[in-house]
């Protein structure tokens, strides 16, 4: 395994080791290199490489009896941990998680029981500190089985606030917690950070789906034109776009006061609103069968396409649990294609329908 920290940062992963004297020093200062390390991967820019070595780090002068708080190594979640230590002495062990952070890989399996076991015992951790007490964050509680974790290496497990902004509270309260530091929130701020990694990696589909909108507006009842490019399938293009950018960033930043709980349904709900305007002008428009066929279209495809882009904030919000996450797609995506389809159709009709 090697040693040498993988971030390239100044957290001071230069060699790893197993005991107290080989533990790397860490900053808790964040340089600019990693403020603009994390702009990049909220913009999704190497998000799945920025992650630091596993192994135990040192945070000002750790002794035998500083608190040890066990993390990911996803490089976002070592960064926020180690910078509210400012002023402190404390070892962090960070688990290998694949770059993921605590309350997905948590999730996923790889924030758990025999992860913290093994890193315990690869860094013998309890020739390192006199005392047997982990401190791991609430929200890697779901992988953790905290008598397992102490019947395998002999060390309790003592479940921290839910942010770590908190921590320092909590420890000079004798690890304790206020109902405050175990209360999940979501709010706009957490929100809102989402929003670009989101649109990045939907981006590429959402302007395919835009471009066959597009090159199909030139189908009409006369044949292929340019005139028809010019003016349906840039409509439709538009009504792709105009969804995709409408869920994407309205959708997260309006969650709290769209109606019902799933995030599917906040979203189809923000699909009828955004749809609402478009679908009453076609109505207005001229030709009875042409507007209804365009209302029908804007009515069908806009929900659907605002659905499913919600519904992928559904793994990015603590709010869910990864059972609650699969029980909602097993319904909502097959209703999301029907009207996907249903939509389609209508907005295929009305290219050759005079």
Same mark, same amino acid.
């Given at each position: 395994?090697?040693?040498?920290?993988?971030?390239?940062?100044?957290?001071?992963?230069?060699?790893?080791?197993?005991?107290?004297?080989?533990?790397?020093?860490?900053?808790?200062?964040?340089?600019?290199?990693?403020?603009i390390?994390?702009?990049?991967?909220?913009?999704?820019?190497?998000?799945?490489?920025?992650?630091?070595?596993?192994?135990?780090?040192?945070?000002?002068?750790?002794?035998?009896?500083?608190?040890?708080?066990?993390?990911?190594?996803?490089?976002?979640?070592?960064?926020?941990?180690?910078?509210?230590?400012?002023?402190?002495?404390?070892?962090?062990?960070?688990?290998?998680?694949?770059?993921?952070?605590?309350?997905?890989?948590?999730?996923?399996?790889?924030?758990?029981?025999?992860?913290?076991?093994?890193?315990?015992q690869?860094?013998?951790?309890?020739?390192v500190?006199?005392?047997?007490?982990?401190?791991?964050?609430?929200?890697?509680?779901?992988?953790?089985?905290?008598?397992?974790?102490?019947?395998?290496?002999?060390?309790?497990?003592?479940?921290?606030?839910?942010?770590?902004?908190?921590?320092?509270?909590?420890?000079?309260?004798?690890?304790?917690?206020?109902?405050?530091m175990?209360?999940?929130?979501?709010?706009?701020?957490?929100?809102?950070?989402?929003?670009?990694?989101?649109?990045?990696?939907?981006?590429?589909?959402?302007?395919?789906?835009?471009?066959?909108?597009? !090159?199909?507006? &030139?189908?009409?009842? /006369? %044949?292929?034109? @340019?005139?028809? =490019?010019?003016?349906?399938?840039?409509? *439709?293009? $538009? !009504?792709?776009? &105009?969804?995709?950018? /409408? %869920?994407?960033? @309205?959708?997260? =930043?309006?969650?709290?006061?769209?109606? *019902?709980? $799933?995030?599917?349904?906040?979203g189809?709900?923000? %699909?009828?609103?955004?749809?609402?305007g478009?679908?009453?002008?076609?109505?207005?428009?001229n030709?009875?069968?042409?507007?209804?066929?365009?209302?029908?279209?804007?009515?069908?495809?806009?929900?659907?396409?605002?659905?499913?882009?919600?519904?992928?904030?559904?793994?990015?919000?603590?709010?869910?649990?990864?059972?609650?996450?699969?029980?909602?797609?097993?319904?909502?995506?097959?209703?999301?294609?029907?009207?996907?389809?249903?939509?389609?159709?209508?907005?295929?009709?009305?290219?050759?329908?005079?």
């Amino acid at each position: 395994m090697t040693n040498e920290c993988e971030c390239k940062c100044a957290c001071g992963g230069t060699a790893a080791g197993s005991n107290a004297a080989k533990a790397p020093r860490v900053s808790t200062q964040l340089t600019l290199t990693d403020r603009i390390g994390a702009i990049k991967v909220r913009w999704g820019i190497g998000r799945m490489s920025y992650r630091v070595v596993p192994g135990l780090y040192a945070v000002g002068d750790p002794q035998a009896e500083s608190p040890v708080l066990v993390s990911a190594n996803y490089k976002m979640s070592f960064d926020r941990l180690r910078r509210v230590l400012s002023g402190r002495n404390a070892w962090i062990l960070v688990l290998d998680t694949d770059g993921v952070n605590v309350w997905c890989s948590a999730g996923k399996g790889t924030f758990g029981t025999e992860e913290i076991v093994r890193r315990v015992q690869l860094c013998a951790v309890d020739r390192v500190v006199s005392h047997r007490t982990l401190v791991v964050p609430q929200l890697g509680a779901p992988g953790v089985s905290a008598h397992e974790v102490r019947r395998r290496c002999g060390f309790r497990v003592e479940y921290g606030p839910v942010r770590a902004e908190d921590l320092p509270a909590f420890l000079d309260a004798g690890m304790k917690a206020t109902p405050g530091m175990r209360r999940v929130r979501f709010g706009l701020r957490d929100r809102i950070v989402l929003i670009p990694v989101e649109l990045v990696t939907g981006a590429k589909y959402a302007l395919l789906l835009s471009a066959v909108f597009l !090159l199909l507006g &030139g189908l009409g009842a /006369g %044949g292929y034109s @340019l005139a028809g =490019i010019r003016t349906t399938g840039v409509e *439709g293009a $538009a !009504l792709v776009l &105009g969804a995709f950018l /409408g %869920g994407g960033i @309205l959708g997260p =930043i309006l969650l709290p006061w769209l109606p *019902g709980r $799933a995030f599917s349904v906040k979203g189809a709900v923000l %699909g009828l609103v955004f749809a609402a305007g478009p679908g009453i002008y076609s109505l207005l428009g001229n030709g009875l069968a042409t507007s209804w066929l365009h209302a029908a279209t804007w009515l069908a495809l806009a929900p659907a396409l605002t659905s499913f882009v919600v519904m992928n904030f559904t793994g990015a919000s603590t709010f869910t649990s990864l059972s609650g996450v699969q029980r909602e797609m097993r319904y909502a995506l097959p209703m999301q294609a029907a009207f996907a389809v249903i939509g389609l159709g209508f907005w295929l009709s009305g290219l050759f329908v005079a």
